[in-house]
């Protein structure tokens, strides 16, 4: 990882919506009543004329930037990833899938990144919603470098996007000379004996995970983040298959997101390796997102323990437990 420092995505993203509006004068924003949650309140005050905020009416919200998009402006939606998702799923299908419309839409709170705030303001369903709609786009950067660069690709991408992020703190992965391209995973590290394919704050959880493997057992782990959910990298699945040992992690349920949609191309090009899907799969009291994350067994921790697993159930390598 390139530093020790840490981001905020949603401040990252927020921020970087003025630099956007001065690039591209058809950018609007449509916020309902969360631009301080989602740190858009600079463009808000850059560009009064080009802020909407609809207040608490999500479903509103999505409607009124399908619109904006029909009179050829590039509107980007915030809001939590469970209000885009759930509450305004119909408006994201219809208004906007369906007509494939360029509204962007910034959902923070994805996963169980919101923490003490419960369930209800966790976005543990949203891949598995936005995926499954025709023309959907679905994103999920994992460090302020990608982050930004995956909202430059916007602008000249055509059809509709989700993009979602947590709102723990991330650490650096790449540096300025990173190439951003929707829908072609990123390879943070090379190795042959295992693959983590990751996405968002599971991304560094997996680079922690693999020099922890390479330290203790000697191992190399390939660590594949896969920030684009749909239309996802089929090459960089196969490529990992080669290891015969995947890991799959996601702040997300197990059910319609990244571990099912990965082990869907592995079926499909029949691929046999041993595999294990890390989400979210029961409810539980409102905690502490680090501790939900170890909860559910992906942080580095998990990712390590599961890979060992995979590797130890190879019966022609012998391991040395206690090394």
């Known amino acids: 990882m390139c530093g020790e420092k840490q981001y905020y995505l949603r401040n990252v993203i927020g921020e970087y919506m003025t630099q956007l509006g001065e690039k591209q004068k058809k950018i609007v924003i449509v916020n309902a009543d969360l631009a301080g949650t989602c740190r858009n309140r600079d463009f808000v005050e850059r560009f009064p004329e080009r802020a909407f905020n609809v207040g608490i009416a999500e479903q509103n919200m999505v409607s009124f930037a399908a619109g904006l998009a029909h009179e050829g402006f590039i509107p980007f939606v915030f809001s939590m990833a469970p209000f885009i998702s759930m509450r305004a799923c119909e408006q994201c299908r219809t208004d906007v899938a369906y007509a494939n419309m360029n509204v962007r839409m910034i959902a923070p709170y994805a996963g169980c990144s919101g ?8 976005g543990i369903e949203d891949c ?15 460090d302020p470098i990608q982050a930004i660069k995956m909202m430059e690709k916007t602008l000249d991408y055509d059809g509709p996007i989700y993009l979602r992020s947590g709102v723990e703190p991330v650490n650096a992965i790449y540096d300025e000379t990173y190439h951003y391209e929707i829908g072609k995973a990123s390879i943070v590290s090379d190795g042959n004996d295992g693959a983590f394919i990751c996405s968002g704050i599971t991304v560094q959880y997996a680079v922690q995970a693999a020099i922890q493997i390479a330290r203790r057992y000697g191992k190399t782990i390939r ?4 920030h684009t959910i749909k239309p996802i990298d089929r090459q960089a699945i196969i490529d990992a298959a080669r290891t015969a040992h995947i890991v799959v992690a996601q702040d997300h349920s197990k059910i319609g997101g990244l571990g099912q949609q990965v082990a869907e191309v592995l079926v499909s090009e029949s691929l046999q390796v041993k595999f294990a899907n890390l989400g979210i799969d029961k409810f539980v009291a409102m905690a502490h997102a680090p501790y939900l994350y170890h909860l559910f067994g992906y942080d580095a921790e998990g990712l390590e323990k599961e890979m060992v697993k995979l590797l ?4 022609t390598v012998h391991w040395d437990v206690g090394r």
């Open 115 to 122: 923490g003490i705030s419960g369930a209800t303001h966790w």
């Open 128 to 142: 598995a919603i936005m995926s499954s709609m025709p023309n959907m786009t679905v994103l999920e950067p994992c």
């Open 223 to 226: 660590v594949v983040d896969m």
């Open 312 to 315: 130890q159930a190879d019966t």
